[in-house]
């Protein structure tokens, strides 16, 4: 799935983050995604609640959506 996300380029930076501090889950998918190959991954740690609270926006998205 990455490699299609990505053209196959695993110097694009891919940022990955979960819902709050206390999950983990984008931690380990950061995890995940440099054990794969990819040399740019940032984990934001703060996740959709800190962003939010610092007051930027969201906009959903499904990368599933774009491949058809």
């Known amino acids: ?13 891919i940022v990955v983050y979960c819902t709050d501090p206390e999950c983990w889950h984008g931690y380990n998918a950061a995890l995940r995604v440099a054990a794969a ?8 740690r703060g996740g959709l609640r800190a962003w939010e609270m610092a007051g930027f926006n969201t906009v959903r998205a499904d990368y599933r959506a774009r491949q058809n």
Do not use: E, I, K
């Not at 799935?1 to 930076?13: E, I, K, N």
């Not at 190959?37 to 934001?44: F, I």
């Open 37 to 44: 190959g990819y040399r740019n991954v940032h984990w934001y």
């Open 1 to 13: 799935w990455l490699d299609r996300a990505t053209g196959g380029h695993r110097d694009l930076p």
